[in-house]
Nanobody, 115 residues
Framework: QVQLVESGGGLVQPGGSLRLSCEAS????????IAWYRQAPGKQRELVAS??????TSYADSVKGRFAISRNLRNTMFLQMNSLIPEDTAVYYC??????????WGQGTQVTVSS
């Protein structure tokens, strides 16, 4: 069983920045894909950003140029969020894919963008 523990959410004004972290209970390079999802009230969970084990990244159109997914050499993934807008308000979840049948989720962290 893999645990993913998130941190870094909070309240930020429009135009501000936040950095989310997700610490895994095993090495980050052991996962086929790592990703961040978000779910706003009344909406479905959506994929925000992903990174393959080889380092290829992909972003939702709504966050391109503002968000960046990254990882360190040990067991942590990050989501750097810049130029935040109110529409970015959601619970953010980290996700780690071991194979097509096994994936793990973090517990979620709230991000609120408001003046």
């Amino acid at each position: 069983q893999v645990q993913l523990v998130e941190s870094g959410g909070g309240l930020v004004q429009p135009g501000g920045s936040l950095r989310l972290s997700c610490e895994a209970s095993r090495g980050i390079f052991s996962f086929k894909v790592i990703a961040w999802y978000r779910q706003a009230p009344g909406k479905q969970r959506e994929l925000v950003a992903s990174m393959t084990a080889g380092g290829s990244t992909s972003y939702a159109d709504s966050v391109k140029g503002r968000f960046a997914i990254s990882r360190n050499l040990r067991n942590t993934m990050f989501l750097q969020m810049n130029s935040l807008i109110p529409e970015d308000t959601a619970v953010y979840y980290c996700n780690a894919l071991v194979n097509d049948a096994v994936r793990y989720w973090g517990q979620g962290t709230q991000v609120t963008v408001s003046s």
